[in-house]
């Protein structure tokens, strides 16, 4: 971790040119690299030297955006990947198999929920959801014999639920596994989950670290911090010998980096869900201006809240950073200078005022994105999670009526006035 402050590291960390090299971290638009000896090769392929052979396994700019990430959230190891649906995939399924476990915060997102509820499930690996406001007790009761991770959203998508991190890193650690904490909403300007205890990060980076709307990807960053070989016997993957590669051991021979290697070396190399050299590219710029982007958005969002909150028209307003909010105490917590730009209201008049409502938005867009420069909503029990019945959807945090609103940077009274006009 370098010790640069979060604005530098957005700027500077990750790549560092040498003399007479490209001040821009390049685009290596290359799927393989040349060697000059077979040998050499060889070794590379058996994990016994590291470098660059096939951009499907590691590539230098990939590499350095997944570098600058690691940095900001504090970790030891990272990697990208070409979604935040591949990189909530990869985290878990680098530690589990079937006939495995998985405890989770039902308030998710969507796409992540069917994910663990649904697909994963077929390849025998089950998931106990529990209310993320659970008791300690309630909390304990979810975990099995078999239980392999725990995870959850540090401010869930569309709920806007905060979670209480320190509960579950505890809950996590009392029963012998990592907790992994999906921080895309709040990103590392806003919270690092490490300091709290969480052991592997994930994020979608298509969100606020892209922030443009112009790239899908993701990543993973691994603390270092969790002692897969204290708990050897549930992680056998990680601590006895993979025959894919002459019989290494993860832990052994990466100490900090085995987790991300072991997800290179295996998941990547057979599922190939990498991020594209020019996406990272463009997710490297979006980085850069990411400490002047969030807290303009959590200023909107903040404004915006409580602009609906006075509307006569508006039944409920949620934001986690306004006084009152269920979730205030846990956000100014966890989060102090804000949480995100994302909030959710309710029209009095329900799910059909609401469609209304968005219909009538000018320069608010009606989008499936979330979480970038531009303004945007969304109905969510009619868009994102319409594959849920009312209970899921009631599990998940998601009210029917419930407007996802998301922030941007455009000036706040411009913002103000669309929906002002969008709600006569
Ligand atoms: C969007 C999102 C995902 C999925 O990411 P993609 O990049 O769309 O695959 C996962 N988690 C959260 C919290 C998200 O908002």
């Known amino acids: 971790m370098s010790s640069y402050k979060m604005e530098t590291k957005c700027i500077q960390s990750g790549y560092e040119p040498g003399n007479g090299e490209p001040r821009v971290l390049p685009i ?87 994910l663990y509820a649904h697909t994963i499930k077929r390849m025998g690996v089950e998931a106990t959801f529990v209310d993320p406001d659970c008791t300690k007790e309630e909390l304990d009761a979810a975990f099995q014999e078999n239980t392999k991770a725990v995870f959850g ?15 579950f890193a505890d809950a996590a650690h009392a029963h012998g596994v990592p907790f992994i904490v999906d921080n895309t909403f709040a990103t590392p300007i806003n919270c690092r989950p490490i300091e709290w205890g969480a052991d592997i990060v994930t994020h979608s980076t298509t969100k606020y670290m892209d922030g443009h709307a112009a790239c899908v990807g993701g990543a993973i960053v691994d603390s270092g911090n969790f002692d897969w070989d204290a708990h050897a016997e549930k992680f056998p993957g990680l601590t006895t010998p993979d025959e894919t590669y002459h019989g290494i051991v993860y832990t052994k021979k990466f100490g900090k980096g085995a987790y991300i290697t072991k997800a290179t070396a295996q998941l990547m190399r057979d599922l190939g869900s990498i991020q594209a050299p020019q996406n990272a590219f463009l997710l490297n710029i979006g980085l850069e201006t990411l400490h002047l982007r969030v807290p303009r958005h959590c200023e909107n969002a903040l404004a915006v809240a409580k602009y ?117």
């Open 28 to 114: 290596y638009q290359s799927t393989t690299f040349r060697y000059t000896s077979s040998e050499q090769m060889g070794r590379l392929f058996d994990l016994e030297e590291s470098g660059y052979f096939y951009t499907r396994l590691q590539n230098p700019t990939n590499d350095a955006v997944a570098a600058k990430i690691c940095d900001l959230e504090g970790g030891a190891a990272a990697m990208l990947t070409s979604s935040g649906q591949a990189a909530n995939f990869y985290a878990i399924m680098n530690i589990v198999q079937a006939g495995d476990h998985i405890v989770c915060a039902s308030a998710l997102y969507g796409g992540t929920y069917n």
């Open 153 to 167: 959203e540090t401010i869930a998508n569309p709920a806007l639920v905060v979670l209480d991190i320190e509960k």
């Open 308 to 424: 609906l909150q006075s509307h006569e028209k508006v039944a409920w307003v949620s934001c986690p950073s306004l006084p009152g909010d269920k979730y205030y105490d846990l956000a100014q917590k966890y989060m102090p200078n804000g949480t995100c730009g994302v909030i959710t209201f309710g029209l009095k008049g329900g799910r059909e005022a609401a469609v209304e409502m968005m219909d009538k938005l000018k320069m608010v867009a009606i989008v499936t994105h979330v979480a970038d420069a531009r303004s945007c909503v969304l109905h969510p029990a009619s868009h994102t999670h319409r594959q849920m019945n009312e209970q899921e959807l009631m599990e998940a945090g998601v009210q029917p009526d419930l407007i996802r609103f998301s922030v941007g940077i455009e000036n706040v009274d411009d913002i103000i006035a669309d929906v002002e006009q969008a709600l006569l």
